[in-house]
Nanobody
Framework: QVQLVESGGGLVQAGGSLRLSCAAS????????MAWFRQAPGKEREFVAS????????NYADSVKGRFTISRDNAKNTVYLQMNSLKPEDTAVYYC?????????????????WGQGTQVTVSS
């Protein structure tokens, strides 16, 4: 079992920045690929970004490429999502997720563990 707890969400103006954190506990954090997903009201949960167990490889949704950066610190059992140039359409609940194996998968059903989510609201 892996327990995930997100933090860092909040209200920000368009063009601003936020950094989300996801602290993991339980089984060996470095054994898992990590990802961020988001879900806006009335919409399906969608992939945002993922990172390999080592942190050496990443994958991004086209909608956030060039604005968001995912990273991890295995010594701190934490994964981050740096979000810059935020837009109102980035407003959603952001979830941290973990899976063993490939980091390149983007479907929610392919991830085994989930956090409770943190709200990000971008005002225009």
């Amino acid at each position: 079992q892996v327990q995930l707890v997100e933090s860092g969400g909040g209200l920000v103006q368009a063009g601003g920045s936020l950094r989300l954190s996801c602290a993991a506990s339980g089984r060996t954090f470095s054994a898992y690929a990590m990802a961020w997903f988001r879900q806006a009201p009335g919409k399906e949960r969608e992939f945002v970004a993922s990172v390999s167990w080592s942190g050496g490889s990443t994958n991004y949704a086209d909608s956030v490429k060039g604005r968001f950066t995912i990273s991890r610190d295995n010594a701190k059992n934490t994964v981050y999502l740096q979000m810059n140039s935020l837009k109102p359409e980035d407003t959603a609940v952001y979830y941290c997720a973990a899976r063993s194996g490939s980091y390149y998968l983007t479907a929610p059903r392919q991830y085994d563990y989930w956090g409770q989510g943190t709200q990000v609201t971008v005002s225009s």
